[in-house]
RNA sequence: GGGCGUGUAGCUCAGCGGUAGAGCGCCGCCCUUACAAGGCGGAUGUCGGCGGUUCGAAACCGUCCACGCCCA
């Protein structure tokens, strides 16, 4: 790793030209080349600095960066360059998932406009397709990372397709299996007729729809029943009617057959305690083969279930509904049972929660079948309780709720998905029923009558793997030694079922309960600047490319990092990245200042006894920040951390040290050596604070300030533990005196540069050693011949008399002298009455009663002060 | 239906038991030799409603109202 000294070349005689405006268009790519170049990002597994593990929820190979993803990003890289600048050895994996739906929809698509599908071309072939799809046009997103300033690993990007991720899933594959964890079985999956797979609960969202709520007569006379459904083309696959067993209305039929309209077959009625005897009728159509619930009414009842779509969802029952769609089906049905009298009841619109594939957004038809299946309680369990003894750690900790209530209540995974993008399951089938599970370094048994399972796995069951099959699992490497477990994971609330869940499960199955990472920080979603969620649909996504190209990336990142609190929402709007570019630029021209003057980071600090009063009080301050920053970090505070460093470089050092310092400079001699030095330091710092959160523009300054090779592999600042709050008591009062003063001027109507003669008797206060520094940023001139006070401001036990040449604002200044006093005696009153209270005095602690009294004798002292003001003030 | 959460300045949000804050926006003055992507000054809130606990409540408890999210 390179050594960060000084480059000869970079003597401080000549200052280096910065222009007054900052363009990170100009720089951003150039410096992240660069830092790629030289490997700061590259981890070395066989180093003996401390690890330090960050994986990346590999993003979707189809994908491109959206704000979700920079937002994420800009934490992560903050957390690893701060710990790569405090000396760890630092590993951020990248790379993607194969995304099977997601990819295969996309080839399939591009087919499609040759007119062709993927059995046109047969499965080897297609696979094929892909894999040129994702060299030719796939991973759009890691180069898109690189605009971001993402210091990761690139020499060890992962594609969970790789040779190696596959043999990692082959291997769990198999233990699982030969664990009993892994099994077949026919069960009711969510099935989406348009991507022709089964795929996951967690990848069906619900929404409201308008559908409609048919209530149909079943059997006849004395012993008809009438149920209600949404789905009537169901009914075709009716297989019984089920009633609750207490319900005195259905007693009698229960045993009995009913005729089942439209199809003349008999179907019994049968008692079932999970039927809600409120819901309707009371009575519920039972159909096994098309609806969990009636599958499990049909297991215990020993019912048979019986299909009636294929997997297009297009009925399959010989009669006058074969070949049409379910909807057409549904309407076709409800019309024919009309005709025969049998519609009871019709609700339309009937607004209920429907079940749409997360991919295409198809309704979700559950369909009866043979899969794959994951026996997650064990495993849920280990998870749960990994979080429960406090060997991971969930940021903010309020989340743990959630994590505990989705872990304990897992259903079994369906694993399996009709695809031919993925890892294709290693089970294959003998001519005599055998049914053998092969393992990575297995010989797949050949011969007449055997193959291989057609199914793939699901994406997730791959990339539960990333945290140790990116570091050469299930080989025993280096890096998996070095650098697993993991450090922390940072990803979105959202995602905390999908991959964190697995990613647990399989971390502590695998690394033989090892979980894969100490801590999970969770950070909310992007939204607009009106706190609504971004959609395509809305109109209010934005590109993040675009904001970059515009701002730069250290304004995006900053303004996102500004408003990451924990598992939080983060709204985000032009104006504030504008007024985050706006920052970088302040901190380029502050920067620009502090070179000009001659700043320097060269030898020790001074003494203290060398320093002036506002040296002290900057450095006391910025040691302060720096622990500050050091606390937030380490609890995942990101708008804390940047708010605290944004306050304090604008406020403090920019606004009030900056303009100190300028007396300083000017007068020349020893306090102007003493304060170039501080100035670096203070800037050098700040910089360095800063630099993990706004790399780029940290960048190009520290270097420019230091001459060393790069700000990536500074040390990160520590708090040298200088304090001195004698240097602050002094400062705050010079800046309390100038803030009122300028307060007077702008009342009074002053123009900011106009000068004016003053007299300042300061004489036995704090205020004494800052004469020089008061005149400069006041504006005041030397009381000249014939100096004459028009108006004397006392303020903070000096007296700053002001010669307007007899023409002051009597109106102006006693509206003001008014206001201040009302502020000031109802301060009065407050805390006399706190104090006049003897439960406040006997009950209250010590130092809150201190500080009432300190607030009581301040306005006291304040009226006094007013009120001889307003008695010499003019008649007006 | 179950669970979680949120209502604080025009907007977006901090604060979570002892003088109501920030960013952006707004008003006024200014191109003061680092910066107009800037400087200086200013205005703005019955902290959702009602009860309670407390010497003291934006904060804690109860309740109501209004939103949001997740799960079924």
Known sequence: MTDNTQRPDSGHDSTPELPTQYTPAEVEGELYERWVERGYFEADAKSDKPPYTVVIPPPNVTGSLHLGHAFEHTLIDALTRRKRMQGFETLWQPGMDHAGIATQNVVERELAKEGKSRHDLGREAFVERVWQWKGESGGQISGQMRRLGDGVAWSRERFTMDEGLSQAVQTIFKRLYDDELIYRAERIINWCPRCLTAISDIEVNYQDDDGELVSIRYGEGDSSIVVATTRAETMLGDTAVAVHPDDERYRHLVGTEIELPLTGRRIPVVADAHVDPEFGTGAVKVTPAHDPNDFEIGQRHDLPAIAVMDEHAVITVHGPFLGLDRMEARSAIVAALRAEGRIVAEKRPYVHSVGHCSRCNTTIEPRLSMQWWVKVAPLAKAAGDAVRDGRVAIHPQEMEKRYFDWVDNLHDWCISRQLWWGHRIPVWYGPAGEVVCVGPDEQPPSGEGWHQDTDVLDTWFSSGLWPFSTLGWPEQTES???????????????????????????????????????????????????????????????????????????????????????????????????????????????????????????????????MSATDRWILSRLNTVVAEVDAYYDDYQFAKLSDALFHFAWDEVFDWYVELSKTTFQAGGEAAEVSKRVLGEVVDVTLRLLHPVIPFVTETLWTALTGRESVVIAEWPQDSAFRDAAAEAEIAEVQRVVTEVRRFRSDQGLQPGQRVPARLTLAGTLLAPHEDAIRQLLRLQPEGEGFHATATLPVAGAIVALDLSGTIDVAAERKRLTKDLGLAEKEKADTTGKLGNEAFLAKAPEPVVAKIRARLSTAEADIARITAQLGALPEA
Do not use: C
Request: aromatic share 14%.
């Open 480 to 610: 998996l030694a070095k650098f697993y477990p993991n450090s922390v994971l940072v990803t979105g609330y959202d995602i905390l079922f999908f991959w964190v869940a697995r990613m647990m499960m399989f971390g502590l199955y695998a690394m033989d309960g090892t979980p894969p990472f100490h801590t999970i920080a969770l950070h909310g979603m992007v939204r607009d600047q009106f706190g609504k969620k971004m959609s395509k649909s809305f109109g209010n996504a934005v590109n993040p490319l675009d904001w970059m190209d515009k701002y730069g990336s250290d304004a995006l990142r900053f303004t996102l990092a500004r408003g990451a609190n924990p598992g939080v929402d983060v709204p985000i709007g032009e104006d504030w990245v504008q007024g985050s570019r706006n920052f970088a630029n302040k901190l380029w021209n502050a920067t620009r200042f502090a070179l000009m003057n001659g700043a320097t980071v060269q030898g020790p600090l001074p003494a203290p006894e060398r």
